[in-house]
């Protein structure tokens, strides 16, 4: 496996865990934020 293979990698498990976390906030924001700012 050379280095730039792992790099990729990791350059896309970065991207899918952004995704998730954004997702995860985005949900949850829903639920905490929006009765909070009131």
Known sequence: V???NIEVRIH?????LRKIV???WAERGLQ???PASR
């Open 22 to 24: 954004q997702k995860h």
């Open 2 to 4: 050379s280095k730039e």
């Open 32 to 34: 905490y934020e929006l």
């Open 12 to 16: 896309r498990a970065r991207k899918a």
